[in-house]
């Protein structure tokens, strides 16, 4: 399958749910070429092989058991064991599976493609017109693997079967195939949106789909089997459910050690690789060509201790994710909200146009009394900011926020002052 395009920096639900008709102009008349050209596609796919191949490779059992196959893999985000990771996990086996029946069987295998990837696109969720053009991109990298397909075999015809090595090496020129047609369609959609920086996108993209690479080159593989073995093809399902609950697991893994255990908010090392990716250092960009700049808030709790020493250290914590749940209502999901330890929290955003007038916002919010399991109690909270530069060393940054926070700490309330950081 085609990664999901990401309308918009946020990985928020409502940035993925934007309607077509609010999304740039330009990318409305990108959606439209795309899924014009897959049309087109399957429609010259069915004059060049005509109805009557058409219906001789649909009359294979084998090939419908390769389709089921694809409708149960690509329902795994669906499964009740896999809902914690829904969405994290890379690995769309219909794309391996659809490439073995574009191998196994010839390119009338096309005209299944809209149908069989219905699934998949469901279950990830988004906007209608998102789901519709993941189909069209799958769609537009069959059509590409055909016609290379065609080439290397000097034949269109389906009942001509290719040889077992020639079989391998159309089934590895397919999984590069899809994977350079799926980053180059992507790329520019995303670019469209108004993402910055092409080749920090295509870097992003690839290494997004490499998992999604890898089980594109079992494809040869299983084309073989349905030809050889057909009955055989419900064994892939057991491997496939084996490297989902692995992948599963390893993310689930990689969750833990980036997460607070207390809050659920993200840790020191997350913010850390977070600021690192939009600054512009980790991803190798040019500083120039980072998205945007970087404020970072600092928040710092005014008598925590004191809730600790009187109602015990239960009541702390019950505090402490309280106080993490409202600064994240108040920022919402256009910034990352993590805790750095004690009582210490960090807001990571984009351009904030006041971020004083935000921090006082934070700071009413947090204040409020709040009914503990044995007692009602409150805190203040001092906040510090900061704006980083794309290029910008974390570190850098976190020292200037720290030197605006203990400006604050040493500023009566009401008095501080709003000058550049």
């Known amino acids: 399958m085609g990664v999901p395009v990401k309308l918009l920096t946020s990985e ?9 008709r609010q999304s740039p102009p330009a990318l409305r008349w990108y959606f439209f070429l795309v899924v014009a050209v897959a049309v087109a596609g399957l429609v010259l796919v069915v004059v060049l092989v005509g109805w009557q191949h058409v219906g001789r490779t649909f009359s294979q059992p084998a090939l419908w058991i390769l389709l089921a ?3 149960v893999t690509d329902s795994y985000p669906l499964t009740p064991w896999l809902r914690d990771v829904r969405g994290q996990m890379r690995i769309h086996w219909s794309a391996a599976l659809l490439s073995a029946a574009l191998i196994g069987f010839g390119p009338a295998t096309l005209l299944a493609y809209p149908f069989v990837t219905v699934i998949a696109v469901v279950s990830l969720g988004g906007a209608k017109w998102r789901m519709v053009f993941n189909i069209a991109v799958v769609v537009i990298e069959g059509l590409v693997a055909a016609a290379v397909l065609q080439l290397i075999w000097g034949s269109f015809d389906p009942a001509v079967g290719p040889s077992a090595t020639v079989l391998l090496i159309s089934g590895l020129t397919v999984a590069a195939i899809w ?5 180059a369609l992507i790329t520019t959609a995303q670019r469209l949106a108004g993402v ?4 920090h996108i295509a870097k992003e993209g690839a290494r997004r789909t490499a998992m999604w690479l890898a089980a594109l080159t079992t494809a040869p593989l299983i084309a073989e089997l349905s030809q050889t073995a057909p009955v055989m093809l419900p064994v892939v399902v057991v491997v496939i459910v084996a490297t989902h609950h692995t992948v599963a697991l390893n993310t689930r893994s990689n969750e833990q050690a980036r997460t607070d255990p207390l809050t659920g908010l993200p840790n020191r090392g997350a913010v850390m690789a977070l600021l690192d990716s939009r600054l512009g250092r980790r991803s190798g960009r040019r500083p120039d060509k980072a998205v945007a700049d970087v404020t970072v ?3 710092d709790l005014d008598g925590f201790k004191a809730v600790n020493d009187t109602h015990g250290h239960q009541a702390g914590d019950e505090l402490l994710v309280e106080v993490g749940a409202r600064i994240r209502a108040v920022v919402g999901n256009d910034s990352l909200v993590g805790r750095l ?9 984009g351009h904030i146009p006041d971020p004083d007038a935000l921090a006082r916002v934070i700071d009413t919010e947090v204040g409020r009394s709040m009914q503990l399991e044995d007692a009602v109690t409150s805190v203040s909270c001092s906040i510090g900011w900061a ?3 794309p290029g910008m060393d974390p570190v850098d940054l976190f020292r200037l926020v720290d030197r605006d926070l ?7 309330p009401g008095q501080r002052d709003s000058g550049p950081r």
């Open 387 to 389: 704006v980083g530069k």
């Open 179 to 183: 994977e350079v047609v799926n980053v």
């Open 341 to 349: 330890g004690g009582d210490e929290f960090l807001v990571v955003g």
């Open 297 to 299: 808030m600092l928040i």
């Open 69 to 71: 196959l694809i409708l």
């Open 196 to 199: 910055q920086g092409w080749w």
């Open 406 to 412: 203990y400006r604050i700490k040493r500023t009566r």
């Open 12 to 20: 928020s639900q409502s940035a993925r749910a934007v309607p077509l």
